[in-house]
């Protein structure tokens, strides 16, 4: 069993600054890819950023620029640092882990966090 726990979710003006955390925990060896989802309400569920454990990361291009993303693989955490805030950012936050190594050439993949709220209001 594997669980994400996100924290750093709140209210923030237009133009500030957030840090979202999500930590992984339960039984596995490694994971391979961590990243961040958002949804707004009404909107399907897109990619904010993605990390792999070799420090790759990939983002979308309308927070290009503004979020970072970065991971301590030691603490099975990712972050992601949320910067220059516009209201359309506004959205459920979901932490997203990817092909866990739970063994010997076993591998599980695509387990989610409970999400956080972030809104920035204008």
């Known amino acids: 069993q594997v669980q994400l726990v996100e924290s750093g979710g709140g209210l923030v003006q237009a133009g500030g600054s957030l840090r979202l955390s999500c930590a992984a925990s339960?039984?596995?060896?490694?994971?391979?890819?961590m990243g961040w989802y958002r949804q707004a309400p009404g909107k399907q569920r897109e990619l904010v950023a993605t990390i792999t454990s070799g420090g790759s990361t990939n983002y979308a291009d309308s927070v290009k620029g503004r979020f970072t993303i970065s991971r301590d693989n030691a603490k099975n955490t990712v972050y992601l640092q949320m910067n220059s805030l516009k209201p359309e950012d506004t959205a459920v936050y979901y932490c997203?882990?990817?092909?866990?190594?739970?063994?010997?050439?076993?591998?599980?993949?695509?387990?989610w966090g409970q999400g956080t709220q972030v809104t920035v209001s204008s």
């Open positions: 997203n882990a990817d092909r866990l190594r739970i063994g010997a050439l076993r591998y599980e993949y695509d387990y």
């Open positions: 339960g039984s596995f060896l490694s994971i391979n890819t």
